[in-house]
């Protein structure tokens, strides 16, 4: 078992069975545990932690698209027909989604509930459950309600990967990629060196999450150093926001990748990368997932930039990087610029 201290949270890397988990029961008298429609195949792999009549289980529908106020109202009113008082726990067992919207719905209830997750997709395991973010989507705005809250404990039981299916596992890689992007070259020479079929997950959750606490444990409101777990993002939100807008299908870590491919693009243009770290980049990128061509205009991808929870003034927020593992905040990009990344993105993504 690996385990990894942040500010308010522990998290558990390894077996559930070997974890605290097992604990929880003798804490709480009510355990909430929220799913969503695929999810649910893992509750009774939970369930046998608890007493029976202890577990109350709230499922909502799966995918980014019910990520809103509205499945949030679903849950707060069967809390309240339940009678839920605040010294209960949530369970959170699911990817980004129900992670993100169950500490977001459990932290508003009665001021705070307390929560725990059990991440089940790669993106979730090395990413959404950890560093407090959590929240909803609002008017087509990616994770514009939300609050900073940790869980009380984080569970990483890398057998949840067993049922997940191939276009979602490939989805978190985007993520692990910009860890190592960001701040851990022998990290990247991993993931460049070793295809994605043949990675150690216990590694790759455990280092990812090493990464992305440090930062977290330095700056938990992101107020600078955070600022650096947003590469790829300012792109990649834009293009996620416009893709949910339009009910394109694209995956979270999907448009992290297109984001990547345009910052690193743009950090390159800027002098900050040379031309073989940019191509090694585009090259893992595009090894690992199957990626659409951009057809927004500009114009739309600039108008949903704008609205960036990052930006100050009318300028766009961009975290660059200034070498393989080296990230650099609060850097500004011209219209041309990114303009000129998203075609040249879409130039490599044809040769593909
Ligand atoms: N809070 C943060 O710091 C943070 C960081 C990164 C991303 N996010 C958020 O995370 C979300 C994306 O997360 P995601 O990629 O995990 O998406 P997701 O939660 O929608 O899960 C993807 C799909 O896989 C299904 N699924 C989940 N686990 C499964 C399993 N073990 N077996 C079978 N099916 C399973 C889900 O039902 C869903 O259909 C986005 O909303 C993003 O904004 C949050």
């Known amino acids: ?36 429609s695929n999810t649910k195949i893992l509750l009774p792999w939970v369930r046998t932690y608890f007493e029976i009549e202890q577990v109350k289980v709230i499922e909502i529908k799966a995918g980014e698209e019910y990520k809103n106020i509205e499945t949030c109202i679903v849950i707060w009113e069967k809390l309240s027909e339940w009678n839920i008082p605040r010294n209960s726990l949530f369970v959170n067992l699911g990817g980004g ?14 001021r705070g509930v307390d929560f725990v997750n059990v991440p089940t997709t790669l993106l979730s395991l090395v990413d959404a459950s950890v560093g407090g973010k959590t929240g909803i989507n609002f008017n087509h705005l990616k994770n514009n309600i939300g609050l900073f809250k940790e869980a009380k404990k984080v569970f990483c039981d890398v057998s949840v990967l067993k049922t997940l299916h191939k276009r979602e596992l490939v989805g978190g890689i985007g993520e692990v990629l910009k860890h190592a992007l960001i701040k851990d070259e022998s990290y990247w020479n991993y993931c460049q060196n070793t295809d994605y079929t043949e990675w150690n997950w216990q590694y790759i959750i455990a280092t990812s999450i090493g990464i992305k606490n440090k930062i977290v444990l330095e700056d938990p409101l992101e107020k600078g150093e955070r600022k650096k777990l947003n590469f790829g993002h300012t792109v990649g939100h834009a293009i ?5 807008e339009n009910k394109v299908s694209l995956l979270h870590g999907e448009a992290v990748a297109i984001g990547l491919v345009c910052e690193s693009y743009i950090s390159f243009k800027k002098d900050l990368l040379t031309k073989e770290e940019l191509i090694a980049i585009q090259n893992v990128i595009f090894r690992v997932f199957k990626l659409p061509k951009i057809t927004f205009s500009i114009d739309l991808i600039l108008k949903w930039m704008k609205f960036d929870k990052k930006n100050t003034g009318n300028e766009i927020n961009f975290t660059l990087i200034n070498a393989v593992g080296s990230a650099i905040i609060n850097q500004t990009a011209s219209k041309l610029e990114i303009e000129n990344s998203i075609h040249y993105y879409n130039q490599i993504q044809a040769e593909k």
């Open 1 to 36: 078992m690996t385990i990894i201290k942040s500010n308010n949270a522990t998290i558990e890397i390894g077996a559930l069975e070997k974890s605290s988990f097992t604990n929880l029961k003798y804490d709480y008298e009510n355990i909430i545990v929220l799913v969503d």
């Open 97 to 110: 989604v129900v992670t993100d919207i169950g500490g977001f719905s459990a932290s508003c209830f009665k």
């Open 240 to 244: 996620e926001s416009l893709s949910l």
